[in-house]
Structures are given as C-alpha cells and as structure tokens.
C-alpha cells in the first residue's frame, strides 16, 4: 500500500497526531481518485482512512475504560472489531497497521462479564446496492457485493423495506452491542461486575503497552457463595441461573483465575 494517503499514516502514532484533520485530508485524496476514475489509488485512500478510524476509536475506547464508562467502551470496540474485519477483507497487506490494536481488542472483550445478548431476526424486503443504485435481486446480480469496496467505496446494502421477524436472547451473538441489561427490584440496569477491567486499566498506563493474561479454570464450593439460591444468577458467569447451571455439576461451581502478564497477579 503506497501512495500519498498511505505515506500520511508514518506519523499515525505520535502524540500530537491530530486525527481528525488527517482522516479529512485523505478523504479529500480519496473523493479526488474517485474522479479520475483512479480504483487502485481510490482503494489505498480508503484502507489509510480506514487504519485511522481504527487507531482514533481505538484511543477512545482507551479513554472511555479509564472513565470506566464500560458498555460505551464495548460498542466502540465492536466497531473496531467490525473496521478491522472490513479492511483485511480488501487489504490483506494492511494487517501490521492494526494488529496490536486487533490483538488488545479481543483481550479486552474476552474480560467483559457480558454473556446474555438481544439478538432480531430482520426480514428485509427491498434493498438496492449503494455502489450502482440496483436493486437487489436473487436471479439479476449487480456484480457488487457488500463488505468489498470498488473504487474507494465500500459495497453496502441500502435497504428500503424491512420488518421485525423476532426477538431473542441468545450467548454468541453476531452483532455484539445488544447487550442485556436486566434491572434489579430499585431499578439499577447495569448490574454487571467489571473487576477484571478495572484490575487492567490499574496497570495498563499506555494504550500501546504491550500485555496479556492467561486462564486456568478450577471448581468451588456452592458454600462458598452466601445466599446463593436456584434463582440467583450463577456465580460462574453463564448469564444462567444457578439450578439451571453449575448445581447440576458434582465438581461445584466453575471458575476462572485470570493471571495478568509476568508478575502482575491473579485475579478471580
């Protein structure tokens, strides 16, 4: 990837690094190669923007843990999560520009406590493709295809009909941000535990510091748990509750001992 947009991203960390003004100067590049008609340059210019929407949200999210504004951190991160997927879809090459940030990415939502998801089922009606105006039809194929980008334009679908199939609560969701929040009997709606967060962001002082954990799973005693009943949310980490979960395991109630990095502790 080398052009003037991707010669731009040589400065990307330091920390003056003004993000804003630099996506908008490569924008311009790109809207300029779209003109001329210029595909391969157009797409380099996306994939720079791209790479700086990843390390500006990346930042913020950063900033957003240190504020422990938690669940806005986690939809940024999805975010990332998603832009990453996109540009390694059309720029393989660009992997070493966002492969720290990818790695932190899912450390990170790995040490989430969110385990129960909203997830819809959309019946789309009537969509047309945003790269030719066509509709989309199963027999009379455009030839774009959505998530790939064609002269610096990322494929997507404008959809213009749609309904609401369904509603449930699933584990692995695909689109992370409809997190379930269930509220307590005084209304409280984030009820979630984010210790291990909050034991990262105690020593992680550098968005660009370098760290890791490991996991070793071990069993306890129901009777280590006061007050832990059928009903009650299993002490696990399921997203179940406990009759319908760990009771039913001879071993106890399963958990896990994370380990922050060479000499930075454990933690339960």
């Given at each position: 990837m080398k052009n003037k947009a991707s010669e731009i991203l040589m400065h990307i960390l330091d920390k003056d690094f003004d993000f804003d003004a630099t996506i908008k100067e490569v924008d311009e590049l790109r809207s300029a190669y779209r003109k001329k008609g210029d595909e391969e340059n157009a797409n380099i210019a996306w994939a720079a923007k791209s790479i700086l929407h990843i390390h500006k949200d990346f930042m913020r999210a950063y900033s957003l843990l240190q504020d422990k504004k938690y669940y806005e951190a986690w939809c940024l991160m999805e975010d990332i999560e998603i832009g990453v997927d996109n540009l390694l879809r059309n720029c393989p090459g660009a992997l070493n520009a966002v492969k720290y940030i990818s790695l932190m990415v899912r450390q990170l939502q790995g040490l989430y406590p969110?385990?129960?998801?909203?997830?819809?089922?959309?019946?789309?009606?009537?969509?047309?493709?945003?790269?030719?105006?066509?509709?989309?039809?199963?027999?009379?194929?455009?030839?774009?295809y959505p998530g790939y980008v064609y002269n610096g334009e990322m494929c997507k679908d404008i959809v213009s009909a749609a309904a609401l199939g369904g509603l449930a609560l699933v584990f692995d969701p695909e689109h992370k941000y409809a997190v379930a929040f269930p509220s307590d009997e005084n209304g409280r709606k984030d009820?979630?535990?984010?210790?291990?967060?909050?034991?990262?962001?105690?020593?992680?002082?550098d968005p660009f510091m370098t760290w890791h954990y490991t996991t070793k799973h071990i069993h306890k005693s129901p009777d280590?748990?006061?007050?832990?009943?059928?009903?009650?949310?299993?002490?696990?980490?399921?997203?179940?509750?406990?009759?319908?979960?760990?009771?039913?395991?001879?071993?106890?109630?399963?958990?896990?001992?994370?380990?922050?990095?060479?000499?930075?502790?454990?933690?339960?």
């Open positions: 969110y385990k129960v998801f909203m997830s819809t089922e959309i019946l789309i009606k009537e969509r047309t493709c945003c790269i030719c105006g066509k509709k989309r039809m199963i027999r009379h194929h455009c030839g774009h009820q979630y535990n984010y210790m291990l967060l909050e034991e990262v962001m105690r020593f992680w002082k280590e748990f006061p007050g832990l009943t059928d009903e009650t949310a299993c002490p696990c980490g399921s997203g179940k509750k406990y009759g319908d979960c760990c009771k039913n395991d001879p071993e106890g109630v399963k958990h896990v001992v994370y380990t922050f990095g060479p000499g930075l502790g454990n933690v339960e």
